[in-house]
């Protein structure tokens, strides 16, 4: 038995070298669930951390695609199976730029937390490419889509692994990906989660992400007897899940003043209400253009060059746009300008000095294996549906999402209590580990 968390993480380092995203991910849930495994011999003797770190397979293959001019391009294509202890492996594929082996292995494991919190039977994955999206055609991302697959198609299936959507992958992409699968195997089922809904999507797939971290942060709030009314709020990046917090923030009275993406962020002090909102997504989802072109349309509003949105006053803030986003000094510069609520909607996007900012001055810090949890959970509920060959009204995947947010807040405050305040953290890590590791060792040493 390893003495310390520390002694633990020696060991994870050493077996699993430059890969700094997937340590930060381990230390974070080994340090909540270390007391928990020291009072538990039974997680000692089956050997838990070990087990639960290390992948069940990681399946990396070689992509090749010609661009439109035909030269023909190689990239990296990955799919990380990590724990299938309580159901299918589940989870998005990512293609960015950034993405690697540490990477995919940080995300898969944080999947396996989130997943396991939603009270639904999904294990957990995370699978992607290095391929960059950005500036590609229409034809291009087909080609590398029907590419990717051609290898990925082996691996999983509606009762294996299901993918969906991460950063760079989304309806389109899923389309194309479900598109060749499907004449591969000839065979029509809920393999990859997200799709169009006239052939087995599930309506709200789409808002689940935003609207659940929104829901999220609402539970929060309502623990001080606050609601979103009259708050104002930060949101960073400007992809499907900032969107949809956008339209929920709004609906529920509060003021939205910012969205970012990778060069910039932009401020608009009167709020991004519904009417801008349209404006942003046909300028991200249609014409896949920068935020920066939101203040050619809105005069009112300012560009902020190479900045993020946490030098911004609000009450709530909700970083939406991808891992290790907000730094220590933003968490400082944050909570000095009034900031209490951070729900978060990307994977991972707090450094491990900003987290011990918000917990130290007891902020309502919802961690993302918690709080965007409701695009997973929606993409289960879509694999119900399909199971049953039937949909389900807005209303009714609306409503039982809502249902899913709430009872990973009763979790969360169920494991996190420290006196009056509720850390999120602990309570996630705890909750999600808890469940996983049970089964683990009721399914014996496999
Ligand atoms: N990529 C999303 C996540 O990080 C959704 C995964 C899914 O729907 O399978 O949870």
Known sequence: MYRTPKDFMEYVKANNPGQPEFHQAVD??????????????????????????EPERSIIFKVTWANDKGEVNVNRGYRIQMNSAIGPYKGGLRFHPSVNLGVLKFLAFEQVFKNSLTTLPLGGAKGGSDFDPKGKSEGEIMRFCHNFMLELSRHIGPNTDVPAGDIGVGAREVGYMFGIYKKLQNQFTGVLTGKG?????SLIRPEATGY???YFAQEMLKTRNEDFNGKTVTISGSGNVAQYAVQKVTELGGKVVTLSDSDGTIYDSEGI?????????????????????????????????????????CQVALPCATQNELSGEDAKTLISNGCYCVS??????????????????????GQGKA?????????????????MRLSWTRQEVDTRLHEIMRSIHQTCVRYGKEGQYVNYVKGANIGGFVKVADAMIEQGVV
């Open 28 to 53: 974070e849930v080994i340090t909540s669930v270390w007391p928990v495994i020291e009072n538990n011999p039974k997680y000692q003797s089956a050997n838990i951390l070990e087990r639960i770190v």
């Open 344 to 365: 978060e909607g990307a994977n991972m996007p707090t450094e491990p000095e900003g987290v011990q900012v918000f917990l130290k001055n007891e902020v309502l810090y």
């Open 197 to 201: 809904l006239n052939w087995g999507g």
């Open 371 to 387: 709080a965007n949890a409701g695009g997973v959970a929606t993409s289960g509920l879509e694999m119900t549906q399909n199971s």
């Open 273 to 313: 209400d519904c009417a801008k909102l349209t404006y942003v997504m046909d300028l991200k989802n249609k014409r896949r253009g920068r935020i920066k072109e939101y203040t050619n349309e809105y005069k009112n509003a300012e560009y902020l060059e190479g900045k993020r949105p946490w030098g911004i006053e």
């Open 212 to 214: 659940g971290v929104t």
